[in-house]
């Protein structure tokens, strides 16, 4: 199996796919357009991280930027539905910390964003990736033992939160690791989570 592969990015469409040289010899590598975007010019030297798919009739490489990335693929096609050119779709419209907070938000329009995602398969991720989210972002709450478990009211003031500052005018895109950040630093210093806080430091951050 193929877990990384550096060499000289050749050339790469403006949509999933890049050819990396690697010592003569091309590889043809699947990605985001997210991940895409993070990669240099051609021909520059890149590097990615590589899931390795094998079927009967080929041999695929999917890449990625980071381990964050990767980690999320591997979540997503867990998912019955969820093929590997969906993951990509996904990951093309949301960050690793975007689906962090969607799937804890439970927010299926983000998901719906995604090419070929409609309402019966964001409700199936939803429901499958509950509490499946903490191995893949550390940028929002924490499920881990050391840390205390978010409760029903907190996924309730992570999405109040969503809703004001969006009807404030600003992005869910730019709200969603900022209420992330705060509610984390208010649960590992044992402080309980409250609306109004939440908001009221959001917006302070924002502003910067």
């Excluded at 990509?88 to 960050?95: E, F, K, M, P």
């Excluded at 969603?176 to 917006?203: C, H, M, T, W, Y």
């Amino acid at each position: 199996m193929i877990g990384q592969l550096t060499g000289l990015l050749i050339d790469q469409d403006d949509k999933d796919r890049c050819l990396i040289d690697v010592h003569g010899v091309g590889y043809i590598i699947y990605v985001s357009s997210r991940t895409l975007a993070r990669l240099p010019r051609p021909p520059e030297i890149a590097k990615v991280l590589i899931e390795t798919i094998v079927r009967e009739d080929a041999i695929l490489l999917y890449g990625f930027a980071d381990g964050q990335e990767q980690a999320w693929f591997r979540l997503l096609t867990t998912v019955q539905g969820v093929g590997v050119r969906m993951a990509l779709a996904i990951q093309s419209v949301l960050s690793p910390d975007e689906l962090t907070t969607t799937i804890m938000t439970a927010d299926k329009a983000s998901l719906m964003r995604a090419s070929g995602v409609g309402v019966r398969l964001a409700t199936r991720i939803l429901t499958e990736l509950n509490g499946k989210v903490a191995t893949n972002s550390d940028s929002i709450i924490s499920l881990s033992p050391i840390n205390q478990i978010l409760q029903n009211e907190d996924l309730t003031i992570i999405s109040d939160a969503l809703l004001a500052l969006e009807g404030l005018g600003f992005r869910r895109v730019e709200a969603q690791p900022v209420i992330g950040r705060i509610i984390k630093r208010l649960i590992e210093q044992n402080e309980s989570v409250k609306l109004d806080f939440v908001i009221r430091e959001a917006l302070r951050e924002l502003a910067r």
